[in-house]
């Protein structure tokens, strides 16, 4: 079975950066579609990025645009999202799910593997 396990969050000021990792085990992350979803204190989770396992794709929510990039390093079966100039309203625990499909969507039923979930909190 495949495993998850996010980790590189934490305490940063508004306009920092952080690098998120998902580091896969058990089977290959590349035949994998790949989103972070993050969740607020007292709101919904919600997808944040997206990586295909059609063709490698990425979709960003439209509150990170421009400034988180989404990627993966097959070599170390893990994918990563850069984080930068991060705002407070990006506070929350960010959690990578995977699933066979090969297309990107934002539906949490869609996906078979979560990890544990990472805390990051934005604040001065």
């Known amino acids: 079975q495949l495993q998850l396990v996010e980790s590189g969050g934490g305490l940063v000021q508004p306009g920092g950066s952080l690098t998120l990792s998902c580091a896969a085990s058990g089977l290959f992350l590349n035949v994998y579609t790949v989103n972070w979803f993050r969740q607020a204190p007292g709101k919904d989770r919600e997808g944040v990025s997206c990586i295909a396992a059609s063709d490698g794709s990425t979709y960003y929510a439209d509150s990170v645009k421009g400034r988180f990039t989404l990627a993966r390093d097959n070599t170390k079966n893990t994918v990563y999202l850069q984080m930068n100039n991060l705002k407070p309203e990006d506070t929350g625990v960010y959690y990578c799910?995977?699933?066979?499909?090969?297309?990107?969507?934002?539906?949490?039923?869609?996906?078979?593997?979560w990890g544990q979930g990472t805390q990051v909190t934005v604040s001065s």
């Open positions: 799910a995977a699933d066979d499909a090969l297309f990107c969507g934002n539906n949490e039923a869609r996906y078979d593997y």
